[in-house]
C-alpha cells in the first residue's frame, strides 16, 4: 500500500495553491486529478476576475479570503511574472431604482476592508467610460484579470519543486478511516490503487460533495450537497473591445445565482458577455452553448453597452458554478471545515468553492495550511 501525510483530491486551482503553500512546510503531499491536466473544469471557465470584496456579507469566508487572497494575488503575480492587470471595474445602474442597491454595495465593500471604492454620477461615467450608458455607477480601482492558467502552473511548479507528487488521470472512488488516517482507493487507468494517508483535503470541485460523502459524511443532514448552475459566454466582435477600458457589470439582482451579465476584457484585449445562470436539473456536465441565447445576451448588454450589436456576438464558452444554494435561495458562504467534529479527525473539506475562489485561492491556501497545522506538528 502507498502511503502519504497529505492527500489533496483536485488539483484546480484551489487544490494547486494549497499544493504550493503546504510544500513549503511539509514533505510527503499527494494531488490527485481525475483529468489529465489542471484545471480543467472551474478554474478555467471563468471570467479570470480578481475581484475587490464588493458583494460578499461582512465577516464571511468569502469576504474575508477574497479581501485577502487578492492582495496576496497581485504580489505574487508581480514577483513571478504572471500576467494581471489591474483595470478597475464598473458596477453600473441603468435606472434610477437601482442606485440604492448601488450604495449598499458601496457600503458592503467599505465593511468588507475595500477602501478605494467610489460612487459617480453620470456625468462622471460618462468621462470615464463614454461608450457606458447608466444613471450612476461604483467604480472599483482594484479589480482585475489574471492569465489563471499561468498563476496554475506556477503552483504546480512550486509544489512538485518543493517534491509535491502530482497524480493525473486517478479517480478517487473509495474512502474509509482507519487507525493511520484514511485509505483512499484511487482508480489510474486500469489499475486501482490503495493510499493511506494522515490528511484527505478535498478540493474536488464540482464533485466535493460527493468525496465528502465518500468520507462518511451526511451531506444532507449537513447542507453539504452542490447544486450545478451553469454559465455561457459570448464573444464579442474585436472591432467593438477598444469600446471599453474597464470590466462593466450590472446591479446584481437580490438572490441571484451570480452577478448578472458583464463586460470583460481578457489580457489580449478581447471582449465577451456572460456568465448567464441556469441551474441544471442533474449533474451533466454540459459545457455546451445555446446559440439561442444570443438574443438575451444582447437585450442584457445593450442596456448599459448600447455600441454592442446583436451580430457582433458569437458563441464562446461554458462553466459550471459549484453552488451550496439551491435555484433563489440566499447567499451561502464557502465551506472549509476540518471535520473532527464528525468524527473525521484530518478530513477537511473544501465545498461551494465558486467566485470569489480564483481571487480567494492563496488565502484558502494559508486557512487550509492553518487548519492542517493543528493535525501535523
Same mark, same amino acid.
Given at each position: 500500500?502507498?502511503?502519504?501525510?497529505?492527500?489533496?483530491?483536485?488539483?484546480?486551482?484551489?487544490?494547486?495553491?494549497?499544493?504550493? #503553500?503546504? +510544500?513549503?512546510?511539509?514533505?510527503?503531499? /499527494?494531488?490527485?486529478?481525475?483529468?489529465?491536466?489542471?484545471?480543467?473544469?472551474?478554474?478555467?471557465?471563468?471570467?479570470?476576475?480578481?475581484?475587490?470584496?464588493?458583494?460578499?456579507?461582512?465577516? $464571511?469566508?468569502?469576504?474575508?479570503?477574497?479581501? %485577502?487572497?487578492?492582495?496576496?494575488?497581485?504580489?505574487?503575480?508581480?514577483?513571478?511574472?504572471? @500576467?494581471?492587470?489591474?483595470?478597475?471595474?464598473?458596477?453600473?445602474?441603468?435606472?434610477?431604482?437601482?442606485?440604492?442597491? !448601488?450604495?449598499?454595495?458601496?457600503?458592503?465593500?467599505?465593511?468588507?476592508?475595500?477602501?478605494?471604492?467610489?460612487?459617480?454620477?453620470?456625468?462622471? *461615467?460618462?468621462?470615464?467610460? @463614454?461608450?457606458?450608458?447608466?444613471?450612476?455607477? *461604483?467604480?472599483?480601482?482594484?479589480?482585475?484579470?489574471?492569465?489563471?492558467?499561468?498563476?496554475?502552473?506556477?503552483?504546480?511548479?512550486?509544489?512538485?519543486?518543493?517534491?509535491?507528487?502530482?497524480?493525473?488521470?486517478? %479517480?478517487?472512488?473509495?474512502?474509509?478511516?482507519?487507525?493511520?488516517?484514511?485509505?483512499?482507493?484511487?482508480?489510474?487507468?486500469?489499475? $486501482?490503487?490503495?493510499?493511506?494517508?494522515? /490528511? /484527505?483535503?478535498?478540493?474536488?470541485?464540482?464533485? +466535493?460533495?460527493?468525496?465528502?460523502?465518500?468520507?462518511?459524511?451526511?451531506? #444532507?443532514?449537513?447542507?453539504?450537497?452542490?447544486?450545478?448552475?451553469?454559465?455561457?459566454?459570448?464573444?464579442?466582435?474585436?472591432?467593438?473591445?477598444?469600446?471599453?477600458?474597464?470590466?462593466?457589470?450590472?446591479?446584481?439582482?437580490?438572490? +441571484?445565482?451570480?452577478?448578472?451579465?458583464?463586460?470583460?476584457?481578457? !489580457?489580449?484585449?478581447?471582449?465577451?458577455?456572460?456568465?448567464?445562470?441556469?441551474? *441544471?436539473?442533474?449533474?451533466?456536465?454540459?459545457?455546451? /452553448?445555446?446559440?439561442?441565447?444570443?438574443?438575451?445576451?444582447?437585450?442584457?448588454?445593450?442596456?448599459?453597452?448600447?455600441?454592442?450589436?446583436?451580430?457582433?456576438?458569437? %458563441?464562446?464558452?461554458?462553466?459550471?458554478?459549484?453552488?451550496?444554494?439551491?435555484?433563489?435561495?440566499?447567499?451561502?458562504?464557502?465551506?472549509?471545515?476540518?471535520?473532527?467534529?464528525?468524527?473525521? $479527525?484530518?478530513?477537511?473539506?473544501?465545498?461551494?468553492?465558486?467566485?470569489?475562489?480564483? $481571487?480567494?485561492?492563496?488565502?484558502?491556501?494559508?486557512?487550509?495550511?492553518?487548519?492542517?497545522?493543528?493535525?501535523?506538528?
Amino acid at each position: 500500500m502507498d502511503e502519504a501525510d497529505i492527500l489533496i483530491i483536485g488539483a484546480g486551482v484551489i487544490g494547486l495553491a494549497i499544493a504550493a #503553500e503546504l +510544500s513549503k512546510k511539509y514533505k510527503g503531499i /499527494v494531488v490527485i486529478e481525475r483529468h489529465n491536466s489542471f484545471g480543467q473544469e472551474t478554474s478555467s471557465r471563468n471570467s479570470e476576475v480578481i475581484h475587490a470584496g464588493i458583494y460578499y456579507p461582512k465577516d $464571511t469566508l468569502k469576504a474575508k479570503m477574497c479581501v %485577502e487572497g487578492r492582495s496576496l494575488l497581485y504580489e505574487i503575480c508581480q514577483k513571478n511574472n504572471i @500576467p494581471f492587470k489591474k483595470i478597475g471595474k464598473l458596477i453600473v445602474a441603468s435606472e434610477k431604482d437601482e442606485i440604492p442597491a !448601488l450604495e449598499e454595495l458601496f457600503q458592503r465593500g467599505k465593511d468588507n476592508g475595500v477602501d478605494d471604492l467610489r460612487l459617480i454620477d453620470a456625468a462622471d *461615467l460618462k468621462k470615464i467610460e @463614454p461608450s457606458v450608458n447608466g444613471v450612476a455607477a *461604483l467604480h472599483s480601482p482594484s479589480t482585475g484579470i489574471i492569465n489563471s492558467h499561468k498563476l496554475m502552473q506556477l503552483f504546480q511548479d512550486t509544489a512538485q519543486n518543493n517534491g509535491a507528487i502530482m497524480s493525473y488521470v486517478s %479517480e478517487v472512488i473509495d474512502i474509509k478511516k482507519n487507525v493511520y488516517g484514511y485509505i483512499v482507493m484511487v482508480r489510474n487507468n486500469n489499475e $486501482t490503487i490503495f493510499l493511506n494517508t494522515k /490528511v /484527505v483535503i478535498n478540493s474536488a470541485g464540482l464533485d +466535493s460533495d460527493r468525496i465528502a460523502e465518500m468520507g462518511g459524511i451526511d451531506i #444532507e443532514h449537513f447542507n453539504y450537497r452542490l447544486h450545478y448552475c451553469k454559465g455561457q459566454y459570448f464573444r464579442v466582435n474585436h472591432s467593438k473591445s477598444h469600446f471599453i477600458k474597464r470590466l462593466v457589470y450590472p446591479v446584481p439582482k437580490p438572490k +441571484s445565482a451570480g452577478l448578472g451579465v458583464h463586460a470583460t476584457l481578457d !489580457l489580449c484585449g478581447s471582449l465577451r458577455l456572460g456568465p448567464d445562470e441556469k441551474y *441544471l436539473n442533474n449533474r451533466n456536465k454540459d459545457y455546451s /452553448v445555446d446559440s439561442s441565447q444570443k438574443n438575451n445576451f444582447y437585450s442584457a448588454a445593450n442596456r448599459l453597452l448600447p455600441f454592442i450589436n446583436k451580430d457582433d456576438l458569437y %458563441e464562446d464558452i461554458a462553466g459550471i458554478r459549484p453552488k451550496l444554494q439551491r435555484e433563489g435561495e440566499d447567499f451561502r458562504d464557502f465551506i472549509i471545515q476540518e471535520e473532527t467534529d464528525k468524527g473525521l $479527525t484530518g478530513f477537511i473539506n473544501l465545498i461551494g468553492i465558486e467566485s470569489p475562489g480564483l $481571487t480567494s485561492s492563496l488565502a484558502i491556501a494559508k486557512y487550509s495550511t492553518g487548519l492542517v497545522g493543528n493535525l501535523i506538528k
